[in-house]
């Protein structure tokens, strides 16, 4: 059984102001879960893998292949883009300022 002294000191590193029937109540909380951690204890797990998953985890994402292209077509496409913008200076895009 958890004591109201060991509440107290778990109250105080956690910094909460509890009244002596929430530490008594408290009290009785804790030791359940203590005594429900020491009832896992006697479980035989020995031939047990570990797991980082309960279930096996799949990537299925496409593989991340790169295409080449040669540098007339991604000019081409830059000229492209270039020409669909309504403004352009020295081969950039121009835009209305945001911030005066």
């Known amino acids: 059984m958890i004591s109201k002294e060991q509440v107290e000191y778990l109250a105080k590193l956690v910094r909460i102001d509890i009244s002596d029937e929430e530490k008594s109540a408290i009290g009785q909380d804790l030791s359940k879960i203590l005594d429900y951690v020491k009832k ?3 479980i035989d797990i020995k031939d047990v893998k570990p797991t980082a998953h309960a ?3 799949v990537n299925d994402a496409r593989a991340d292949v790169g295409e080449k292209e040669s540098a007339g077509e991604e000019i081409h496409e830059r000229r492209d883009i ?3 913008f309504p403004e352009e200076e020295k ?6 300022e945001v911030f005066e």
């Open 40 to 42: 896992l204890d006697e």
């Open 91 to 96: 081969g950039h895009l121009k835009i209305k």
């Open 55 to 57: 279930i096996e985890a």
């Open 82 to 84: 270039l020409d669909s």
